[in-house]
């Protein structure tokens, strides 16, 4: 990835937090907690893994910043979903804990000397994790989970 392609992926990685604002209001809250499936999750349960998964990006990243070579932690998003009830969490501290987390790490981004892009880390479900493949991760998470918020929407219209 040139310099030029990561500071546009890192500018996408900003972006997405008002890309899901943007897009949560084309939802109504009443359909918030419907499941298109009992494997799916719904968008409320989409917000608030949204807010776990970027504070587990939060301490990988640093962790590879800081400690580079170092062990990143792994989770099981489906256990963390059902264990930790992510219907009974409000999405809209989710939500706010998402912005925070994404500013602040976005800053810490942009501030990243050329050298530290090469920094990897130690994750047990990739062979090679690096700080460009966690920015290749995280900038299209964001977008992956509104698309699958506008589908569950279309779903539950049709319903």
């Not at 942009?110 to 690096?130: F, I």
Request: hydrophobic share 35%.
């Amino acid at each position: 990835m040139t310099p030029e392609e990561r500071r546009a992926k890192i500018e996408s990685y900003g972006q997405a937090y008002d890309d899901l604002l943007a897009a949560l209001k084309e939802f109504p809250r009443e359909m918030w907690q419907w499941k298109p499936a009992p494997d799916r999750w719904s968008v409320h349960e989409i917000l608030v893994h949204l807010a776990d998964s970027e504070t587990n990006a939060y301490v990988r990243v640093r962790r590879m910043i800081a400690e580079p070579g170092g062990s990143v932690m792994a989770y099981d998003q489906e256990k963390w979903a059902t264990n930790l009830n992510y219907h009974a969490q409000n999405p809209d501290h989710a939500v706010e804990q998402l912005k925070w987390i994404r500013r602040t790490t976005c800053d810490l981004l942009r501030q990243q000397p050329d050298a530290v892009w090469s920094h990897t880390g130690a994750h047990p479900e990739h062979p090679t994790y690096s700080m460009e493949r966690w920015l290749e991760i995280y900038a299209g998470h964001l977008p992956g989970h509104i698309n699958q918020m506008r589908k569950n929407y279309d779903a539950w219209k049709k319903k």
